[in-house]
């Protein structure tokens, strides 16, 4: 295959150090070993040291990510390097692109619009754009500053053995092999992760067979800094498109190329891909080609992520296609769930046990990453011709119907998950009116201290807080956890002392009222809150979210605000049509249409939706049934 190599970044090469390990007689016993030093493994050690937990991390490259990989960097991805390296994120939000609206176009049309976040006082944006190798380098150059970390390039980890005590490693460098223990190992090592293979543990989904396109171009052209999303445009029929704006004056684009007879080399010819970007951005247009390739998607996954004391993460454990952003931001979001928990069952704060709760807490995670990933994959190529005529017909209503938007899957973006029906989470005793439930990640708020504007998230310690509203003073010694909890107040508007909520933010986001409280996880989720002070409440989350008790029955929250509840719909509309005949398939539309219009109360509504539905009336703007 012909590839084109970026111009606008020069990978840094890191050496292969010559370390005492290589000649020693004894096996030197480490903390944590990590293999892999992509978003997973940097993140780990990182946030391992900042908790003083050791590590030591093989990469067998000698450099950073090379090429296109990820680019859209989440919210929450960031907020957790903003709490483990602020430094690092200062330098990501400043090089990144801040986009938080998107655009979904239908052939010619623009569609709709979507806003990210349109909630003012938070500090992170909603999405960045960052190629993969700048936000690795920037972790990089902040392991360099921790004395904790020992990051060893050029040398290739191989699991070897475990028992009750440890685990054994073989590193392998040109400057001869040698072993390792460690009391625990992160494997990080990505989609191709040897240690899976060796410990035998099957990576099991589906291959999406669709071929895509990425060429990353430079160009004189200034589009928005806006996510822009095609269907079936006039410069790449039948299929879809997607433009991004990185740094450097990149942008990516993604063009799909089909299933049946992409020869791949044919359509790496730099004239080839040029004559493609040239009917979508114009023959006036200057551009010059950065970086292309064409990959497949998979969707796959290992059952169980924690093998005793070998515990997977990232890529290595399940990986996703790109629509969604879900790859890197679900590696990222796997370490912030497994760090402290790790860091406390090595430190005597917690039990063994407390590390099965990442196995808990994040599998569901990565079903749902691979969900909206398939059906984002499923909605943008759809694979019959009811499903195409289904997707076609949302596309269009979607143009003047809220609720049809709402449907269109151009990927569902990475968003932190719910860990609701968790044995950590305790169960809701009260009535709150705000959007956040036991068992969600912190919504950050803007906050004064001083008269200077400061960050709820920056408030927050690396170990549980509990934040406060309203002047209640605490007895910390009522407060019975094996290590210190931080305590936060913060004031209602009408003080200068410490933290205050001078916009109301704090008050309308997490319903506060004079005395309620939040109890808050080291990564930052709701693990349990009160509307007055009640320190059995506090010991029994703490109890709870650690593990500490054996009260680990399972909390039931319902999420009060489901995103995306439709698509499962949308899926068992598709489903119920697989492998019927076209007369099969009619008799079921015109039976569901009946159906429905028994759901339908009066015939006013009713004509209402048979004239949107024949295309009348579309000034209407949302039907309600
Ligand atoms: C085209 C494309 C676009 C993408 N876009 C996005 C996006 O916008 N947002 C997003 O969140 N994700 C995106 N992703 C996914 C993202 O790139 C991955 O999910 C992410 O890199 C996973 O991180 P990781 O640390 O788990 O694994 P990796 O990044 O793969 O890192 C693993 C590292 O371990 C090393 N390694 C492997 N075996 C060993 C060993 N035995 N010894 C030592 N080192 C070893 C590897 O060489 C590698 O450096 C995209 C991916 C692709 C391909």
Redesign the pocket.
């Given at each position: 295959m012909k590839w084109v190599l970026p111009k606008t970044y020069e990978n840094p090469t890191y050496p292969l150090k010559k370390v005492a390990d290589m000649e020693s007689d004894t096996v030197t016993n480490y903390q944590v070993a990590i293999?892999?030093?992509?978003?997973?493994?940097?993140?780990a050690a990182l946030d391992l040291a900042n908790r003083g937990i050791s590590s030591v991390v093989?990469?067998?490259?000698n450099t950073?990510?090379i090429g296109?990989?990820?680019?859209?960097?989440?919210k929450k991805?960031l907020e957790v390097i903003n709490r483990i390296a602020p430094k690092a994120v200062e330098k990501m939000l400043a090089k990144g692109v801040t986009w938080n609206l998107g655009k979904v176009f239908y052939q010619e049309d623009e569609v709709y619009k979507f806003n990210l976040l349109p909630e003012d006082g938070h500090k992170i944006p909603a999405f960045i754009?960052l190629q993969?190798y700048y936000f690795?380098e920037y972790l990089v150059d902040e392991i360099a500053n921790q004395p904790l970390i020992d990051l060893r390039w050029q040398?290739?980890?191989?699991?070897v053995s475990q028992d009750e005590d440890k685990v054994t490693l073989e590193?392998?460098t040109e400057l001869g092999n040698y072993n390792i223990e460690a009391e625990y190992l992160l494997a990080?090592?990505?989609?191709?992760?040897?240690?899976r293979e060796t410990m035998n543990i099957p990576f099991e989904g589906e291959l999406f067979e669709e071929n895509?396109l990425?060429a990353d171009v430079t160009m004189e052209n200034d589009f928005p800094t806006e996510r822009w999303f095609w269907f079936d445009p006039p410069f790449n029929k039948g299929y879809s498109a997607l433009l991004?704006k990185e740094p450097d004056g990149v942008y990516?684009i993604?063009l799909q190329l089909g299933i049946d007879g992409v020869d791949k080399d044919k359509e790496l010819d730099p004239e080839r891909i040029k004559g493609r970007l040239r009917r979508m951005l114009g023959d006036d247009c200057k551009f010059e080609l950065e970086w292309t390739?064409i990959?497949n998607f998979r969707c796959m996954r290992i059952k169980n992520m924690v093998h005793d004391r070998v515990i997977f993460?990232?890529?290595?454990?399940h990986?996703?296609s790109?629509f969604?952003?879900?790859?890197?931001?679900?590696?990222?979001q796997?370490i912030d769930n497994l760090a402290w928990k790790l860091a406390y069952v090595l430190q005597g704060k917690a039990p063994k046990s407390l590390l099965d709760s990442y196995q808990e807490e994040r599998s569901p995670a990565a079903d749902e990453n691979i969900y909206h990933s398939s059906n984002a994959t499923d909605f943008i190529s759809p694979k019959s011709e009811i499903s195409t005529l289904f997707r076609n017909q949302l596309l269009s209503l979607a143009k003047d119907h809220v609720f049809a938007q709402k449907m269109v899957n151009s990927g569902r973006l990475?968003h932190a998950f719910k860990y609701l029906n968790s044995t950590l989470t305790s169960s809701e005793k009260e009535e709150w009116n705000c959007k956040l439930q036991n068992g969600y990640p912190l919504n950050d708020v803007a906050l004064k201290h001083n008269g200077e504007t400061s960050y709820l998230l920056d408030a927050l310690s690396d170990d549980f807080n509990l934040v406060l509203y309203g002047d209640v003073l605490v007895d910390v010694s009522k407060i019975t956890a094996h290590f210190p909890v931080n305590v936060i107040s913060i004031s209602e508007g009408n003080t200068n002392k410490g933290l205050v909520d001078s916009n109301g933010y704090f008050k309308k986001r997490y319903d506060a009222t004079p005395g309620s409280w939040y109890l808050i996880r080291p990564d930052h989720y709701i693990a349990n809150r009160g509307r007055t002070l009640d320190y059995e409440a506090i010991n029994m989350g703490i109890c709870k979210a650690t593990q500490a008790t054996s009260a680990i029955e399972k909390s039931n929250i319902t999420d009060a605000n489901p995103a995306y509840a439709k698509d499962d719909m949308y899926k068992a509309l598709i489903e119920a049509h697989e492998g019927l005949s076209k007369e099969e398939s009619d008799a079921l539309n015109a039976n569901l249409v009946l159906l429905l219009m028994d759901t339908v109360q009066g015939k006013e509504k009713w004509n209402t939706i048979l004239n949107t539905a024949n295309n009348t009336t579309l000034s209407n703007k949302e039907i309600t049934v």
């Open positions: 293999i892999g030093a992509g978003p997973a493994g940097l993140t093989f990469s067998k490259e950073v990510s296109s990989r990820a680019l859209c960097f989440s991805s754009n993969q690795e040398s290739a980890a191989h699991f590193i392998e990080c090592g990505g989609v191709r992760s040897k240690t895509f990425i991004h990516r993604d390739s990959y993460a990232g890529d290595s454990a990986q996703v790109p969604g952003a879900r790859g890197a931001n679900g590696s990222i796997d990475s």
